[in-house]
């Protein structure tokens, strides 16, 4: 009897203890900042009709199509960041509320964002709104409840209208299904409108001390809640009766049942959501903030969140997802199928290292912590082996039922009934088949035969990681720096060193599927499928979660893998197309599924071993088959991260010509399992599909010409394709490549046609001009020669006029001088005044002589041209002037003059000439004042000699310069007439130009240039 008391003890403390190391999983999954949610706090979350998520969070706006976000802030035209409730109408807009402003987002702009909606008061915020299956929008401000038309022009309703309805601080709350608008104020009543017609429903129940209130509709009731109970209005026996005095309606009748709060519970006094789950829960928070569950009517598990969130939203999406919306901690999503019971995810020997699992005869082992436990399916519990000894390295299973374990010293093997051991050391993988063990060490492969383990033969010296026979006998053999074939007889061994890259890594985990392929898990390089002479791999650029894997298990012809972020099953494989499907839960749907270590599977569930615990899963959860949904581009950007439309046809230039982009089919449920297939068709041809799992195409840089982008979403096995998503894209050629380039061409070619034609023409015309330019090059020739003869002339006469015109002009003057000197007494008064006029002439004779030969040998001085002072050119002339200078007063003004090319001597007479002319023509007993400046003009000098003398009448202004011209009579004035003439042909031979401004009595200026 006693020892039955201590059997039955121990047996229930193994049941308390097997116990004890199982509870639920949710698969539930956390979306925070890291993944790219805005903000950590969202305050509300709705789903529009193209499938995207919205959050409205404390910092803006975020769009979510379950692989990327898509924010809006200020800088995108949201009113303020801080966005409190969200609401999707059937017009497509997406209606925001942020801090009292209301505004709605409709192809990516905001609208109302800074002007109020029509009935609202300028600075009146918007304290609630819902929007109507008909497109109406109902917002309270200010007191004041307005309804407007799906077109935001009307009103078609307000407050207003019906004085004498008290409305006390109304909070819209729910529409119903049969349309009604259901408000609530602060006089504890709630407001059904419905068309004209306004309904008050008075309350029972007292509300939050506050007296805000959340109501919903929840298929024909309404709900609504106090502190402690959640209250349900039946309206099947309500009756509207309308009070003579009032003349209010009121809807008496109205049956309230209640349900009071789980545990004693109660609600936030501001009471953020009450939402009805496709399990018929009711949930709302409570007063700490925690999701509460306030009515449960179903037969499953109710989902389990983490420990201290704060609620702040909750949203059942189209698919009956379930997402959670938090302060601090982001938004959780759960999968509508999986909380029932048939597919509950559980977790065993929690906080427990499962190292390894094998399955036989019905039952599962895993080694824990270097301890056996054994896994009773029709009990789901794990039993601790008390009578196995602890430091368990691995684990196989025989036929008879038995396993093997190995320690570090030692091999047993164990049954219910007996044990038997062996002296082996350092065994680190097993391997049974049939009546043959192999087994691998850290540095050998042995093999023995059954029941007689200690005698083995040794096949290979190899750290051994993995062992399998395949059905054909073959033993194939882990290493961890690749892998070896065994095709029988002592000794003989086929490496495969170089078979594709997995074969230098670490193998991991060998099987085979039912169709002979041999598949290898390697740690660092994915799977690996071998048959016959051609493989497969299958890693992280198609579709495996992580290329380290840690255990693999063949079922049928689908094989399992799992690697240290995720469980995979891998089917409906193609080795010919190289086509395979691949579903997979990871650590970003599942919490504790991380720091994987093995695998096993049994009928109905996977079981994964990780460093936490074991979790079993059920074999639902990997569907190869799901509804692929439509499928809709997200994004379209160009390299430069423009953003592009995607709601009609694209506009690229050929010189911006790149584009990537983006499409989802959103099913947040079933994302991991979704493939794609999509190509780029440029007009006139049609492209391959291209399949993926990716949710972006690679960058594509497009030729000119018209392009249809066509995407669409694929069933598990690739068949059973969603619509096609298609769109446009236009990329515009360059100017040489358009008509009217083309007709530029051909207007060209013309123009060079007749270019050549005219060409051909002038040479005929150049042959016949030739000839006409050689005769004109003979005339002139003859000219020249003429003109060369005619100067020949010039220079004779010029030496006529320097010599035999000068010699009888200066006999004259002598002998008319020796007159007056020896016979001038004998002269009469009269004689001696012609002997006067002689001298007289000849002196001026003389003269013009003197200034002819001047001016006709200017040219012939031209090329004595040197670097010239001029500062010291005009101190020459005033010193040749000087004696006049001091006799007349003469004042001198000047600036410092350049350094130019030049004949000194040209230079001399200039400044000589028109120093004298500023002189001589004075008026009477008036000081001559002289000025002489100069100023950089551009390439050239400018030069001006001023005088104050008797200046020069306008009328004369073309004789000033001509030879022998005198505007004065020789009494009046002395000089020849040639002075002017000769400083012009100086000034002009030395590429420059002179003119004079004058005014009579006021005096002249002469002004010159003269290049630099």
């Not at 519990?381 to 008879?400: C, M, Q, R």
Request: glycine share 6%; charged share 25%; hydrophobic share 35%.
């Amino acid at each position: 009897m006693q020892r039955f008391i201590l059997i039955l003890f121990v047996f229930q403390l193994l049941v308390f203890q097997a116990s004890a190391f199982q509870q639920t999983v949710q698969p539930i999954k956390n979306i925070s900042q890291e993944d790219g949610l805005l903000s950590r706090t969202v305050n509300a979350i709705e789903q529009d009709a193209a499938g995207y998520m919205w959050f409205g969070t404390s910092v803006g706006l975020t769009r979510y199509d379950g692989y990327r976000f898509k924010n809006y802030t200020v800088s995108e035209g949201l009113p303020s960041n801080e966005v409190t409730d969200l609401k999707y109408d059937t017009q497509g807009r997406l209606w925001v509320m942020t801090e009292g402003e209301l505004c709605y987002l409709l192809n990516g702009d905001f609208d109302y964002e800074d002007r109020p909606l029509p009935g609202q008061e300028k600075d009146a915020q918007i304290t609630s709104f819902i929007t109507t299956k008909n497109g109406q929008l109902w917002f309270t401000a200010k007191g004041k409840l307005i309804a407007l038309d799906s077109t935001l022009n009307e009103i078609i309703w307000t407050s207003d209208n019906t004085p004498h309805i008290p409305f006390n601080n109304p909070i819209i709350q729910c529409e119903d299904g049969n349309g009604a608008i259901w408000v609530y104020d602060d006089d504890n009543y709630m407001w059904r409108i419905q068309g004209d017609e306004v309904v008050l429903v008075p309350l029972t129940f007292s509300l939050p001390s506050n007296k805000f209130i959340r109501a919903a509709c929840i298929g024909d009731d309404i709900y609504y809640a106090n502190q402690n109970n959640l209250i349900r209005l039946k309206q099947d026996k309500a009756f509207i009766q309308k009070t003579p005095k009032e003349h209010i309606n009121y809807l008496y009748g109205v049956q309230e049942e209640i349900t009071p709060f789980p545990d004693g519970k109660s609600i936030r006094s501001k009471l953020p959501f009450l939402i009805k789950d496709s399990d018929d829960r009711i949930w709302t928070a409570e007063a700490d903030g925690s999701f509460i569950i306030v009515e449960d009517k179903s037969q499953s598990n109710p989902p389990t969140l983490p420990k201290g969130i704060i609620a702040l939203d909750m949203h059942k999406d189209a698919m009956n997802n379930i997402w959670f919306a938090t302060k601090e901690n982001g938004v959780y999503f759960l999968n509508a199928s999986t909380y029932s019971p048939a597919s509950s995810i559980r977790l065993f020997l929690n906080e427990k290292s499962v190292e390894s699992i094998c399955s036989s005869e019905g039952y599962t082992f895993a080694i824990v912590d270097g301890d056996l436990y054994r896994f009773y399916e029709n009990q789901d519990s794990f039993y601790l082996e008390k009578d196995v000894p602890s430091g368990i390295n691995s684990i196989t299973a025989l036929e008879t039922g038995d396993i093997l374990l190995s320690y570090k010293d030692k091999i047993l093997r164990y049954n219910e009934e007996n044990q038997d051991t062996y002296d082996i050391q350092n065994v680190s993988t097993m391997l049974a088949w049939g009546d043959t063990l192999f087994y691998g060490t850290k540095g050998k492969l042995f093999r023995a035969a059954l029941p007689n383990i200690s005698k083995s033969d040794r096949i290979i010296n190899r750290n051994i990681t993995a062992i399998f026979k395949d059905k054909k006998g073959h033993l194939w053999i882990g290493t961890e720096n690749g892998l070896c074939k065994n095709t029988g007889g002592d000794g003989h061994i086929e490496y495969k060193d170089e078979v594709d890259i997995i074969f230098g890594h670490n193998i991991s985990g060998i099987a085979q599927t039912d169709d002979g392929t041999i598949w290898i898990a390697t740690k660092g390089a994915g799977v690996v499928g071998l048959r016959d002479t051609s493989s497969i791999i299958i890693n992280t650029e198609n579709y495996l979660g992580h290329d380290y894997c840690t255990g693999l298990v063949a079922e049928g012809n689908a094989v399992w893998v799992s690697t240290i972020t995720g469980i995979h099953k891998i089917s409906n494989i193609d080795f010919k197309d190289e086509q395979f499907f691949v579903s997979y839960l990871s650590d970003e749907d599942i919490l504790q599924l991380s720091n994987i270590q093995s695998i096993a599977v049994n009928d109905t569930h996977v079981l994964v071993g990780t460093q936490e615990g074991l979790i079993q899963v059920h074999k639902q959860y990997f569907s190869d088959m799901y509804d692929p949904s439509k499928v809709i581009i997200t994004d379209a950007f160009q390299a430069d991260k423009t953003s592009l439309p995607t709601d009609g046809p694209i506009e690229l230039s050929h010189k911006n010509n790149s584009i990537r982009i983006y499409y989802a089919a959103i099913n947040h449920a079933q994302r991991n399992n979704i493939s794609y297939t999509f190509r780029m068709n440029r007009s006139g041809s049609e492209e391959t599909w291209k399949k993926t799992r990716d949710h972006f195409t690679p960058t594509y840089v497009l030729q000119p010409g018209s392009y249809v982008f066509e995407v669409q979403a694929l069933s598990g096995i690739w068949t059973g394709p969603s619509k096609v998503k298609n769109l446009h894209i236009n990329v515009s050629k360059p100017f040489t490549q358009t008509t009217g380039f083309r007709l530029l061409m051909v207007l060209l070619g013309a123009v060079i046609l007749i270019s050549l034609y005219r060409i051909y023409d002038d040479g005929r015309q150049k042959t016949r001009l030739k000839e006409v330019v050689a005769q004109k090059t003979a005339d002139l020739k003859e000219n020249v020669n003429e003109l060369e003869r005619t100067n020949h002339e010039l220079e004779e006469f010029n030496y006529v006029v320097a010599h035999d015109l000068k010699a009888p002009l200066r006999s004259m003057y002598s002998f008319s001088q020796l007159l007056k000197r020896t016979d001038g007494e004998n002269l009469s008064d009269s004689g001696k005044d012609y002997v006067d006029f002689i001298q007289q002439s000849a002196e001026r004779l003389q003269e013009t002589i003197e200034d002819l030969l001047s001016f006709s040998s200017i040219d012939k001085t031209d090329n004595n041209e040197v670097e010239v002072d001029l500062n010291e050119i005009l101190d020459n002339a005033l010193d040749y002037l000087q004696g006049i200078i001091e006799v007349q007063n003469v004042q001198i003004q000047r600036d410092d003059l350049p350094t130019l090319l030049a004949n000194p001597a040209h230079m001399l007479q200039v400044f000589q000439n028109l120093i004298t002319n500023g002189i001589k023509y004075q008026p009477k007993d008036n000081q001559p004042i002289i000025n002489i400046e100069c100023v950089q003009k551009g390439n050239e000098w400018l030069f001006a000699v001023k005088d104050n003398g008797i200046g020069i009448d306008k009328q004369y202004e073309d004789k000033v310069f001509r030879i022998f011209q005198r505007l004065h009579s020789a009494e009046e004035y002395s000089g020849t007439g040639i002075g002017l003439p000769i400083v012009k042909k100086i000034i002009e031979s030395n590429g420059g130009k002179i003119w004079f401004e004058s005014e009579l009595g006021m005096g002249t200026t002469f002004f010159f240039t003269l290049p630099k």
